[in-house]
């Protein structure tokens, strides 16, 4: 049984690229943070006992500061693939947090990278790199574009892919960074801006809000649906030498567009609900993020099927269940097409997760 380790397992694509492993007979062990209070809400569906003799999933407390707790943990469970989602993961946060931000997402992962060197094992490593490394960087971005970061999180991020980079070739590791652009579903943490408004459009629909407070609506994000791209970071390990993937939908519409969108699905104009609020502006701005994919679809025969205007019902239908309301079909119609193996409608999941996701994930 091929065994994997993912960092960041409690989060919206760590519990993904669980089920997902589960679902291709891994044993998956996963790293989760201590809290005073249970932090495992998108896994809750898949937890196993660990005294059951048949169970395939286990959890190990631990933190990404401590690098001798990591070390201990790589080598006792001596796992064949290591998934690497643990960060600090909003990015305006890391302008309020940027040491702490540094500390976890940069140097965490180095702590992870040492681990594997001192432990001596075999594993492949899979680092969780981000498209806001790119910073204002010209559009499309591919592998060869380069990074021009703008905040905490996308500086912290770019040390985090060279040092993957660097362990590869001091150490001969196989280690590879996916540079993931926005990838979004109904476990999206609420603070972050597409789950923001797909449950702001639920919440205003069912009379439980009456407004949603965003920030800059002109730039540009690539959005992709987070199931998909977990599939695709197990392609990367599974290739026959490791590389560097840029991992998009190639369509970049403006933050405006997907709010109208959002909203007009649910039959709503998006202008009588939408108030702009300077609090939500970052310091410095990234204003158009757009993959060429092109690499992924010719190394790896990834084609991503949805993009943003099938990405939006599913979120929104999922958050109108979630607020007691009739969805209007087309979301679990989407997923019904694309996903007929592992993955399923995700409602039963999200109804617990509504204050899920600002720590780190």
Partial sequence: MTKALITGITGQDGSYLAELLLHKGYEVHGLIRITSSFNTERIDHIYQDPHDPGASLFLHYGNLSNGEQLTNMVYNVRPDEIYHMGAQSHVKVSFDMPAYTGNVTGLGTTRILEAIRRSEIKTRFYQ??????????APPQSEATVFEPRSPYAIAKVYAYWMTVNYREAYDMFAANGILFNHESPR?????????????????????????????????????????YVEVMWQILQQDQPDDFV?????????????EEAFAYAGMDWQEYVEIDPRYFRPTEVDYLHADPSKARSQLGWEPQITYKKLIPIMVDADLETVGLEPIGE?????????????????GVTAVIQNAGNGVD
């Fill in 188 to 228: 999206r943490g609420p603070t972050f801006l597409t789950r923001k408004v797909t449950r702001a459009v639920a919440r205003i629909k069912a009379g439980l809000q009456e407004k949603v407070y965003l920030g800059n609506l002109d730039s540009r994000r690539d959005y992709g649906y987070t199931p998909e």
């Fill in 128 to 137: 969780a790199s981000s498209s806001e490394m790119f910073g204002n960087a």
């Fill in 247 to 259: 991992i998009g939908t190639g369509v970049a519409p403006t933050i405006r567009e997907f709010v």
């Fill in 331 to 347: 979301g679990l119609k989407i997923v019904n097409e694309h996903f007929d193996d592992w993955h399923r409608w995700d409602t």
